[in-house]
């Protein structure tokens, strides 16, 4: 389907509407890199790396739409990596769009379809405050398969042996005030990713640690497929040395 570059922002908006981001992503989300007006082969990724911007350009993309932020930091020259992002879009007139925090807290968003990916029923969402993350539900699948669906390895912190109630939160999320609300909505351990040595020493519940791509990337897989849209897969190259 084509539309034009406004009907394509209004549509992400609906999916993602920017005032659910939260405040470190100002500036940092929406319409990144502007294309051509008119739109109609679309990509999802979760990184704007300068290989998904790459293949984006040989797939002939009109817009490549992405979760993180492309860019972090103010820039007053483009060079290196950010140039290497930058240079296949520019050159091919592609729309670059991103949603984060947005994206996060959206329903059907990243950690809706987190928990069903993973087999999680009876779910109830993290919501006590704006910047809740995350999904409580009853497990269906074991940790190892969990570890399958997902492809990669879980780190846990605590005895996980009888946990029913699982929380997962898509990304760096491990923080107290999370994990205390995940409790008092009865969860027996919480899943995210880049867990902190003091996050575990003072968590009331065991802590599982899973990749930042893994949890986070069916959610722009899942909004690829339901919309007809191609997803760039661009796992980081990761293993465990015993």
Not at 41 to 59: H, M, N, Q, S, W
Not at 68 to 85: K, Q
Request: aromatic residues 6%.
């Amino acid at each position: 389907m084509s539309m034009d570059k406004d009907a394509f922002i209004a549509l992400l908006e609906k999916i993602a509407p920017p005032d659910l981001a939260e405040d470190f992503d100002e500036g940092r989300i929406g319409l990144l890199v502007e294309g051509t007006d008119r739109i109609e082969k679309i990509g999802c990724a979760l990184d704007a790396t300068p290989y998904v911007c790459r293949r984006a350009a040989e797939e002939r993309f009109d817009a490549l739409i992405v979760h993180h932020p492309a860019f972090w930091h103010p820039m007053h020259g483009v060079t290196g990596r950010n140039a290497e992002i930058l240079r296949p879009l520019l050159e091919n007139n592609i729309n670059l769009y991103a949603m984060h925090s947005n994206f996060d807290h959206a329903k059907g968003g990243i950690n809706d379809v987190l928990a069903k990916e993973i087999g999680l029923t009876d779910c109830v969402r993290m919501e006590k405050t704006p910047n809740s993350i995350g999904v409580v539900g009853t497990m269906t699948k074991s940790f190892i398969e969990i570890s399958q669906i997902l492809g990669c390895a879980l780190r846990v912190w605590g005895d996980v042996s009888g946990v029913t109630r699982l929380a997962v939160a898509g990304g760096s999320a491990f923080d107290l005030e999370l994990i205390e609300e995940a409790v008092s909505l009865g969860a027996e351990a919480y899943m995210a990713a880049e867990l902190k040595y003091n996050i575990a020493l003072e968590s009331p519940i065991p802590c599982i640690e899973a990749t930042h791509y893994a949890l986070e990337a069916p959610g722009m897989r899942a909004l690829a497929e339901s919309r007809g849209w191609e997803y760039i897969a661009a796992p980081p190259l990761t293993s465990i040395i015993q």
